[in-house]
């Protein structure tokens, strides 16, 4: 099996062990991001979530109004 990390720019693929010390870097930190991106998105999912329900709390503690 073959689990040599691999890195696609513009549709083309390169082995991250072939790439220049300075473009591995760049693969370093392309990673990095995305793993603050991936814990960010997961976060504002469950203040989303959240948030939907304190609204619905909200609205069942509220006046009944005549429209």
């Known amino acids: 099996m073959d689990d040599e990390l691999e890195v696609t720019v513009n549709g083309v693929s390169?082995?991250?062990r072939e790439l220049s010390?300075?473009?591995?870097?760049?693969?370093?930190?392309?990673?990095?991001v995305d793993?603050?991106?991936a814990d960010l998105t997961?976060?504002?999912a469950v203040y989303q979530t959240a948030?939907?329900?304190y609204q619905s709390a909200l609205q069942l503690l509220l006046p009944v109004t005549k429209q």
């Open 35 to 37: 793993a603050q991106i």
């Open 21 to 32: 010390d300075a473009a591995q870097e760049q693969v370093t930190n392309l990673q990095f």
């Open 42 to 44: 997961a976060k504002l």
């Open 14 to 16: 390169y082995k991250v």
């Open 51 to 53: 948030r939907n329900a």
